[in-house]
């Protein structure tokens, strides 16, 4: 069974905004603070937004384009990526954190922005 789920990718212009869905279990929101992370083709892996005790952060290129939030209720965090452009091009995953250590992983999300 998966552990965390995404969805909401796709195919945006410029300019455009989505929504991006990270699904997880009761128990992994009750012990882990989740991430959201991106890999671009033929880049490593990059942070997008994080959780720093009560803080969310964001990398500088997406601060003020995107925000994260949660629905504990749904045990679903989102990501909600505005004014999109073609650097935002990526696999976005969500993953699980404690103590600095990426336990899982989401199978990824594929975000195309392109006209």
């Known amino acids: 069974q998966a552990q965390l789920v995404e969805s909401g990718g796709g195919l945006v212009q410029p300019g455009g905004s989505l929504r991006l869905s990270c699904v997880g279990t009761?128990?992994?929101?009750?012990?882990?603070?989740i991430d959201w992370y991106r890999q671009a083709p033929g880049k490593e892996r990059e942070v997008v937004a994080w959780?720093?005790?009560?803080?969310?952060n964001y990398a500088d290129s997406v601060k003020g384009r995107f925000t994260m939030s949660t629905d504990i209720a749904k045990n679903t965090v989102y990501l909600q990526m505005n004014n999109l452009n073609p650097e935002d091009t990526a696999v976005y995953y969500c993953?699980?954190?404690?103590?600095?250590?990426?336990?899982?992983w989401g199978q990824g999300t594929q975000v195309i922005v392109s006209s």
């Open positions: 993953a699980a954190k404690q103590y600095g250590r990426i336990d899982y």
């Open positions: 009761r128990s992994i929101f009750r012990i882990y603070a």
């Open positions: 959780i720093s005790g009560s803080a969310t």
